[in-house]
């Protein structure tokens, strides 16, 4: 079965600073990855997705993603952090038939000015 | 916006009552999903549905039950709630590529 693991349950960051939210996975198959946000009280709000095609993958807001298939990592980047960055971010895996996702135990992200 | 609408949005409720909580959606996508959200666990799987009366359990679906009489409904319910039940609960649909797309979620209090 898929898994998801993400390094580190809190990260802080100066503004201005990289972003750097660590995903590793376990899949027995080409996996389907994603990153998605979550505001204070509010759903979950897709970054990115990778599905098999270009191994860097670009999202909203800046991020991007890098698939390493060597390191079962997809680890999530930003060049500048901005206040407005400041949220959880969960790792996801499709597992399974019916698109089930898994996700990882979350990673909130602090950033000061 | 998914076009997905949770209610109630907040709850309190007591031990032993059952709930139901309810989403609705207006992308008449087939697939849909419970989750419930935990410090420290992420999400996880409570119940899915992929189709009108098909649906089947996640990781997590022992206290909770489901149901999917129509394509935009899908509740679901804890027949005696428990404090352990105590969590947001997240549902979500699958559009047509592979990602999910979340509800608000439903805070649920057991008291």
């Known amino acids: 079965a898929q898994s998801v693991t993400q390094l580190g349950s809190h990260v802080s960051v100066s503004e201005g600073a990289l972003v750097l939210l660590r995903c590793n996975y376990s899949?027995?198959?080409?996996?389907?990855l994603f990153w998605y946000v979550q505001y204070p009280n509010q759903g979950l709000q897709l970054l990115l997705k990778?599905?098999?095609?270009?191994?860097l993958v670009k999202g909203i807001n800046g991020f991007e993603a890098e698939f390493k298939k060597s390191e079962t990592s997809f680890h999530l980047t930003k060049p500048s952090a901005h206040m407005s960055d400041a949220a959880e971010y969960f790792c996801?895996?499709?597992?399974?038939?019916?698109?089930?996702?898994?996700f990882g135990a979350g990673t909130r992200l602090a950033v000061h000015p | 916006d998914a076009g997905i609408t949770q209610s109630p949005r907040h709850k309190v409720t007591e031990t032993g009552t059952p709930v139901t909580l309810r989403c609705h959606q207006t992308?008449?996508?087939?697939?849909m999903y419970w989750y419930r959200q935990d410090p420290g666990h992420g999400l996880r799987l409570i119940h899915y549905?992929?189709?009108?009366?098909?649906?089947d359990k996640g990781e997590v679906s022992d206290g909770y039950s489901v149901s999917r009489s129509k394509t935009e409904d899908f509740l679901l319910t804890l027949e005696s709630a428990t404090s352990s039940q105590t969590s947001v609960y997240f549902c979500?649909?699958?559009?047509?590529?592979?990602?999910?797309?979340f509800g608000q979620g439903t805070r649920l209090t057991v008291v």
């Open positions: 899949s027995s198959v080409p996996p389907y």
């Open positions: 992308e008449n996508h087939r697939y």
């Open positions: 996801a895996v499709v597992s399974g038939g019916y698109n089930k996702l898994i």
């Open positions: 990778y599905t098999s095609a270009a191994t």
């Open positions: 549905s992929y189709g009108v009366k098909d649906t």
């Open positions: 979500a649909i699958r559009g047509t590529g592979e990602e999910a797309f």
